[in-house]
Structures are given as C-alpha cells and as structure tokens.
C-alpha cells in the first residue's frame, strides 16, 4: 500500500525531480511523524475497536521476533552437530 502511494506521488515527477521529493521523507522528523500516524491509526482501528486482531499481531510478532533473536544461535549448533557427524565426534 505504502509503496502504491509513494508511486503515483512519483509518476508525474521528471527524473530530476525525484530526489527533492524524497529527501525531506528521509529525514528523522518525517520519520518520526509519519510513525505516530502509524500508531494513531493502528489504535483507532484495532484498540478503539476491541478487535481480536490486537492480541494475534502481539502473539505472532512476538514469535517472529524471538525466532529471528534465536536464529543465529541454533545455526551455530547445527552447524556444529554437521561437523561433529562428518569428523565422527559426539
């Protein structure tokens, strides 16, 4: 969605152009409000609301983040138990 945005905001714009449009967007303050309307609107439309969904995206954010916290980890054993088997340890 956001991408379908930025793109017809571009479409009209000649080559030379595009950048002046984009710098102000990398700026921390663009940033900055641009993801407390993030949350103004996840609050309006999941909190407000009760829904179901603010409990699954806590749920499942949260797997997905301790999957990716504990990834690094379980390839270092791995790839210790592959070596242990071709050099016959443990």
Known sequence: MAMRKFYSE?????????PNHV??????????NEFQRWLDNYHAKYIQT?????????CFG????????????ERCHLKHQEHAKEHGGH
């Open 62 to 73: 949260g797997m997905a983040f301790s999957y990716m916290v504990a990834l690094p980890e």
């Open 50 to 58: 009760n829904s179901i969904d603010l409990p699954y995206h806590v």
């Open 23 to 32: 710098k102000p967007m990398l700026s921390t303050n663009y940033s900055k």
């Open 10 to 18: 571009i479409k009209g714009l000649k080559v030379k152009e595009v």
